[in-house]
Nanobody
Framework: QVQVVESGGGLVQAGGSLRLSCAAS????????MDWYRQAPGKQRELVAL???????RYADSVKGRFTISRDNAKNTVYLQMNSLKPEDTGIYYC???????????????WGQGTQVTVSS
């Protein structure tokens, strides 16, 4: 059983900053990647930032230069530093964990409940 818990969301004015955290817990053999997604009302969930276990990162074009993803492997925690926030960044931010529970097992996806981010104009 894997639990994924996000925190750090809130209401900020445009141009402000927020730092989201996501912690994975449980009997995890390895985590291959920890990602951040977001979903605005009426829209599909989209990938915001990706952090692979090797350290490489990828960002959605809309957040490049403003968001930074970082990861503490020892704590199974990933962070999303969001600066220069815009109203269009508003949405529910979800943490996704790609993990193996056993040696040689398949990689599975685990989702958190999400944390609300609201950016006012």
């Amino acid at each position: 059983q894997v639990q994924v818990v996000e925190s750090g969301g809130g209401l900020v004015q445009a141009g402000g900053s927020l730092r989201l955290s996501c912690a994975a817990s449980g009997s995890i053999f390895s985590i291959n990647a920890m990602d951040w997604y977001r979903q605005a009302p009426g829209k599909q969930r989209e990938l915001v930032a990706l952090k692979l276990n090797g350290g490489s990162t990828r960002y959605a074009d809309s957040v490049k230069g403003r968001f930074t993803i970082s990861r503490d492997n020892a704590k199974n925690t990933v962070y999303l530093q969001m600066n220069s926030l815009k109203p269009e960044d508003t949405g529910i931010y979800y943490c996704n964990v790609l993990a193996q529970l056993l040696v040689g097992a398949s990689v599975r996806s685990y989702w958190g409940q999400g944390t609300q981010v609201t950016v006012s104009s």
